[in-house]
């Protein structure tokens, strides 16, 4: 119990919520959260946003599936909230974001004195013939998407030069498409293909 206390006292806050601003803007469906590295040794940046106030709960567990820590933020519709890890055995932590629109599950590894996010690609559909491509946690200079048709043909294709972590939505709706398939790749490994 005393590590416990411990370990949670060397994750606690330094300093107050900080109000995030172009975070993940119309996402759909879970928590919208992603992860940062920052300049200090062993922190990272959770960074939260949502249309509605509520109660939004941080767990971090180990690679053992242990919890290390619980976090509870009331009434804030986004925030960026600095978790230390710096006095943290090395090794695979989970970052897992709940609120009432559901939960968002982010790897991290933590080698040492600096937090490495591991970067995370999702592709869904989010109506009609519109899908959402979000990338989290990419040290990438530049991610390419590209868009195929049911003939694996390429119809589309954009490079983002972006580090961190976006959302884009891709309007299909005009190119009559019965089958798709998105790729998404970047040099950090982050890299997807996923057809609808």
């Known amino acids: 119990m005393k590590k416990v206390i411990i370990s949670a006292a060397l994750l606690m806050v330094m300093g107050a919520d900080v109000l995030a601003s172009g975070v993940n803007d119309g996402i759909k469906g879970s928590a919208k959260a992603n992860v940062e590295t920052t300049t200090r040794n ?26 290390v820590l619980v976090d509870l933020i009331e009434g804030r519709t986004s925030f960026l909230r600095p978790y230390n890890f710096a006095g943290l055995p090395t090794g695979s932590y989970s970052i897992t974001v709940q609120d009432r629109s559901g939960k968002t599950t982010l790897p991290l590894v933590h080698t040492g004195s600096v937090a490495t996010v591991q970067p995370v ?3 869904q559909p989010v109506e009609g013939n ?13 991610v390419s998407v590209s868009i ?6 390429l119809v ?37 293909k996923k057809q609808f």
């Open 121 to 123: 690609v999702r592709i």
């Open 156 to 192: 589309y294709s954009e490079k983002i030069s972006q580090k961190g972590s976006f959302t884009r939505v891709y309007d299909l709706n005009k190119m009559n498409l019965t089958s798709v398939t998105f790729e998404v790749a970047s040099p950090d490994g982050a890299s997807v």
């Open 42 to 67: 062993g922190v990272y940046n959770l960074i939260y946003k949502t249309a509605t106030a509520g109660t939004v709960k941080v767990t971090i567990t180990n690679g053992a599936g242990e919890v």
């Open 130 to 142: 519109k899908y959402e491509v979000k990338m989290l946690g990419s040290n990438a200079d530049e």
């Open 148 to 153: 195929y048709d049911a003939a694996q043909r």
